[in-house]
Nanobody
């Protein structure tokens, strides 16, 4: 059974940094893409970043240059390092596991991911 548990969210001032963690149970973690999405109240779920099984990454335009995704396969954990946070980054952040083994498309669509965590709240005040 696959479970994803996010942590690391919190409330910070604009310009601060946070690191999110997503620990994944289940087999073959290293063979799947992992992604971060976020959802603000009243908004659609937004793609933040993805990392495929080779370690290649992609980012949404709004976070490029500020956020970094990386993974530790030995710990079955994916991270999101968030720097220079802005009030518009306020949202619930979700991690997700890709649906296909050894996929390299780095699809930004939520439908490419079939396991999701419960989310962690990030609040950035000005």
């Amino acid at each position: 059974q696959v479970q994803l548990v996010e942590s690391g969210g919190g409330s910070v001032q604009a310009g601060a940094s946070l690191r999110l963690f997503c620990e994944v149970s289940g087999r073959a973690f290293s063979a799947y893409s992992m992604a971060w999405f976020r959802q603000a109240p009243g908004e659609e779920r937004e793609f933040v970043s993805t990392i495929d099984w080779t370690g290649a990454t992609d980012y949404g335009d709004s976070v490029k240059g500020r956020f970094t995704i990386f993974r530790d396969n030995a710990k079955s954990t994916v991270y999101l390092q968030m720097n220079s946070l802005r009030p518009e980054d306020t949202a619930v952040y979700y991690c997700a596991r890709g649906a296909v083994l050894y996929e390299t498309s780095r699809d930004p669509s939520p439908r490419a991911y079939n396991y999701w965590g419960q989310g962690t709240q990030v609040t950035v005040s000005s």
